[in-house]
C-alpha cells in the first residue's frame, strides 16, 4: 500500500459524533468509527459510528466491551473498526489528549491506520452561526515514529464528507434538538433496553 | 446522585413543563434540590416566572431563590446580561450580602475576567472562611483556564478542611484519571475512592482490603447507591492498571457491587466477564486463580443473557456470542 491513506467521512457517522458531543457538552465525549478500507484507493470509508462515552472516559472496561460487540456485528457486513472519535471537555482546548492518544493506540491494535478525529469546537461555532463549510473535526494519523500526528495544509484531502451536503443536514439536526435523542454506550450500560445503534436517529 | 424514583419525576415534570402544562416552580425547586445542571431549561422556564408579575409574587421570598437559580443558569447558558440583571435585583434587596458578592465574582468568573473573579472570591473567603461554594469555584475556575495541577492543588487544600465532601473526592479522582492512563495518578485515584468508601456517613462500613473480603452489613440498598457508584470506579481503575493481581481485586470488587445490587447491575455483570476473561488469559497454568469464581463468572454470564432476553433482544444474539467466545457460557 504505497502513499498516505486518506479517510472519506460518511454524513451518517459524521452526524451521530457531533450530536453525541452537543448533547454532552460539559463533558468530554468520545466514539468508535466504523468502516472499511478501500486498497485499491487507499481511502478508508467511514460508514458508521459508535458514540461510546460521556463521563470516566479514560477507563478500559467500557472501551473493551464496546469494541468486542462492535468488531462482532460489524465484521458480518466486512466492516470494522478503523477510529476514533473524541471530543473535549473545554471549549478553548484543541489538543489531542493522552487519553484520545492512548485509546487510539489501542484502536491501532484492531487496525493498523486508523483515524483520529477531534472535534474542532472553533469550526463549530463557525458552524453554528451559518458558515458551512470544511468538516467541524480534526485528522490525526499515526506516523512512522508511532506518534499521532495532525494533518495539516493537506487536510481537506486526507479527510473529505462524502456528502457535501453533510454540513447542512447537520445544521438541520442540531435546530431540532436531535441529538437529545443520542444513545451511548455508557447509556446502554445503565440501561440495556436503550440501542447504542440509534437506530431511529436517521428515520 | 438521582435515584431512579427522583430522575422519574424530574422527566415527568420537564416534560410537563416543555409542554405548557404548568409546573415550573415545582421543577425548579426539585433541580434545584438534586443540584443537577439544566441551565437552558431554567433559564427559560425560570425567566418566564420572573417576566411575569403575577406569577413572580405568587412566589412569595421565594422569589430571591429564583433570582439566584436564574442568574447562575444564564451564566451557564452564556446570557451574561440576563445574569447582571437577576445580580443587580438581589443586590438592591440584600445590599452588602455576601451571597450576592458571590453571584457577582462568577459573573466576572463567566465573563473570564479571571483576575478580578479570583480578588473577588479571595475576599469573600476572609469573611466567609467556610463558604464551600466559594472554593469550589476556585477550582473549577482554575480548570477552565486549564491549570490542571493547580485544580489539583486546590481540591487537594480543599478536602483537607471539607473531608467528607464526596463530591469533590469524586472529581479529584476523574481529574487525576483524565491526566494521564495507567501510570501512578491512577494508583492515587484509587486512594481518592478509598477515602470516599470510609467518608460515606450514613453506609455500614464496607470493609474490602486488598487481599481480604469481609462480610457487608446491609440496610437498604439506596443507602448503598454511592458506595456502589464510586466501587464501580474503583474496579474500574484497577482493570484499567491491568495486571494479575489488579485484575482479582478487581474481581472482588465487582463481586460486592453484584452482591450489593441483587445481581442488577450491567456493568458489574459485565466487568466480572472481562476480569475474569482476562485472569485466565494472564493465569494460564496457575490453576488456582483460573479456578477461583468459576461460578461466579458463570452466573453473572447467565444474568446478563437473561436481561438482554427480557430488555433488548436485539442484542442478544451479539452479547451470547461475546461471552461465549470468553468461555463463559456453554
Given at each position: 500500500m504505497g502513499g498516505e491513506v486518506k479517510f472519506q467521512l460518511?454524513?451518517?457517522?459524521?452526524?451521530?459524533?457531533v450530536l453525541h458531543a452537543l448533547k454532552h457538552r460539559v463533558s468530554s465525549v468520545n466514539g468508535i468509527l466504523i468502516g472499511r478500507l478501500d486498497d485499491a484507493s487507499s481511502t478508508v470509508d467511514i460508514v458508521d459510528a459508535v458514540p461510546l462515552s460521556h463521563s470516566q472516559i479514560g477507563l478500559l472496561p467500557t472501551l473493551e466491551i464496546a469494541l468486542i460487540q462492535v468488531e462482532e456485528l460489524f465484521s458480518a457486513d466486512g466492516l470494522s473498526v478503523?477510529?476514533?472519535?473524541?471530543?473535549?471537555?473545554?471549549?478553548?482546548?484543541?489538543?489531542?489528549?493522552?487519553i484520545a492518544k492512548k485509546i487510539g493506540d489501542h484502536i491501532s491494535?484492531?487496525?493498523?491506520?486508523?483515524?483520529?478525529?477531534?472535534?474542532d469546537n472553533k469550526k463549530f461555532e463557525a458552524l453554528c452561526k451559518g458558515i458551512h463549510r470544511e468538516p467541524v473535526v480534526q485528522l490525526y494519523t499515526k506516523d512512522a515514529s508511532k506518534g499521532w500526528r495532525q494533518a495539516g495544509i493537506d487536510a481537506s484531502v486526507q479527510l473529505t464528507l462524502k456528502e457535501p451536503s453533510a454540513n447542512t443536514v447537520l445544521s438541520d439536526f442540531i435546530a431540532t434538538e436531535k441529538y437529545e435523542e443520542i444513545v451511548d454506550f455508557d447509556d446502554y450500560l445503565d440501561d440495556i433496553s436503550k440501542d447504542w445503534l440509534n437506530p431511529r436517529l436517521f428515520k | 446522585m438521582v435515584g431512579v424514583a427522583e430522575e422519574a419525576e424530574l422527566n415527568r415534570l420537564e416534560n410537563q413543563v416543555d409542554n405548557g402544562g404548568g409546573g415550573a416552580w415545582e421543577y425548579l425547586t426539585l433541580v434545584r434540590k438534586l443540584k443537577l445542571r439544566r441551565s437552558e431549561k431554567v433559564l427559560?422556564?425560570?425567566?418566564?416566572?420572573?417576566?411575569?408579575?403575577?406569577?413572580?409574587?405568587?412566589?412569595?421570598?421565594?422569589?430571591?431563590?429564583l433570582y439566584e437559580q436564574?442568574?447562575?443558569?444564564?451564566?451557564?447558558?452564556q446570557s451574561l446580561d440576563v445574569a447582571k440583571d437577576c445580580i443587580k435585583t438581589l443586590s438592591k434587596r440584600f445590599p452588602g450580602s455576601n451571597r450576592v458578592g458571590r453571584l457577582e465574582a462568577m459573573l466576572l468568573e463567566a465573563k473570564g475576567s479571571w483576575s478580578d473573579a479570583e480578588k473577588a472570591y479571595t475576599r469573600l473567603l476572609e469573611d466567609s472562611p467556610l463558604d464551600q461554594v466559594i472554593h469550589k469555584r476556585r477550582v473549577a475556575m482554575a480548570k477552565a483556564q486549564g491549570n490542571i495541577s493547580g485544580a489539583v492543588e486546590c481540591l487537594n487544600k480543599y478536602l483537607?478542611?471539607?473531608m467528607a465532601d464526596h463530591d469533590a473526592w469524586r472529581e479529584l479522582g476523574e481529574i487525576y484519571v483524565s491526566l494521564q492512563m495507567c501510570d501512578t495518578m491512577y494508583k492515587q485515584a484509587a486512594f481518592c475512592y478509598e477515602e470516599l468508601i470510609l467518608c460515606q456517613p450514613t453506609v455500614p462500613l464496607y470493609h474490602l482490603a486488598y487481599a481480604e473480603a469481609s462480610e457487608i452489613i446491609l440496610s437498604s440498598l439506596g443507602d448503598c447507591q454511592y458506595f456502589i457508584i464510586f466501587a464501580l470506579y474503583k474496579l474500574q481503575v484497577l482493570y484499567t492498571l491491568g495486571g494479575l493481581e489488579n485484575l482479582i481485586t478487581a474481581k472482588k470488587y465487582y463481586a460486592s457491587t453484584i452482591d450489593l445490587t441483587g445481581g442488577k447491575n450491567t456493568r458489574a455483570l459485565f466487568g466480572i466477564c472481562l476480569c475474569s476473561h482476562a485472569i485466565s488469559q494472564l493465569a494460564k497454568g496457575r490453576s488456582k486463580e483460573e479456578k477461583e469464581g468459576l461460578e461466579l463468572q458463570s452466573l453473572a454470564a447467565q444474568a446478563l443473557v437473561k436481561d438482554h432476553k427480557q430488555k433488548a433482544p436485539t442484542k442478544l444474539p451479539l452479547v451470547s456470542s461475546m461471552l461465549k467466545n470468553m468461555k463463559l457460557l456453554s
Open positions: 460518511g454524513q451518517n457517522p459524521y452526524i451521530k459524533l478503523v477510529g476514533y472519535f473524541h471530543a473535549n471537555e473545554r471549549y478553548d482546548d484543541a489538543e489531542l489528549g493522552k491494535r484492531y487496525f493498523p491506520q486508523p483515524a483520529v478525529l477531534l472535534l | 427559560k422556564h425560570g425567566l418566564a416566572i420572573l417576566d411575569d408579575p403575577k406569577s413572580r409574587s405568587k412566589l412569595g421570598t421565594e422569589e430571591w431563590t436564574v442568574a447562575i443558569a444564564a451564566m451557564d447558558c483537607e478542611i471539607f
